[in-house]
Nanobody
Framework: QLQVVESGGGLVQPGGSLRLSCEAS????????AGWFRQAPGKEREGVSC????????SYEDSVKGRFTISRDRAKNTVYLQMNRLKPEDTGIYYC???????????????????WGQGIQVTVSS
């Protein structure tokens, strides 16, 4: 059974860092594009970052550029989202998503993905 599982969330002070991890059973990240999304309270879900199949192309939402980095570990078949210099406005539920299409493209559109994790809370607060 397909499972997409996020981990690594939690509470952090402004300016701090967190690293989210995403594991997807039955999918290889070197064959499927990955995306990170988030939903803040009272707001719509937005794309945060994505990673292409070849691992060479990435995209970031403007507010996280220079602070967040998406990457993967092939051996562990895990995708990461390193989040630095966190701000209170980064608070929300973060979701990992998989594009089931083999060799799909990196996209920040939610509609490009068809397998989602259950989400993990990230809270940035003093």
């Amino acid at each position: 059974q397909l499972q997409v599982v996020e981990s690594g969330g939690g509470l952090v002070q402004p300016g701090g860092s967190l690293r989210l991890s995403c594991e997807a059973s039955q999918f290889r990240w070197d064959m499927h594009a990955a995306g990170w999304f988030r939903q803040a309270p009272g707001k719509e879900r937005e794309g945060v970052s994505c990673l292409s199949v070849d691992g060479l192309n990435t995209s970031y939402e403007d507010s996280v550029k220079g602070r967040f980095t998406i990457s993967r570990d092939r051996a562990k078949n895990t995708v990461y989202l390193q989040m630095n210099r966190l701000k209170p406005e980064d608070t929300g539920i973060y979701y990992c998503a998989v594009d089931r299409t083999v060799f799909g493209i990196c996209s920040l559109r939610g509609g490009a993905y068809d397998a989602w994790g259950q989400g993990i809370q990230v809270t940035v607060s003093s």
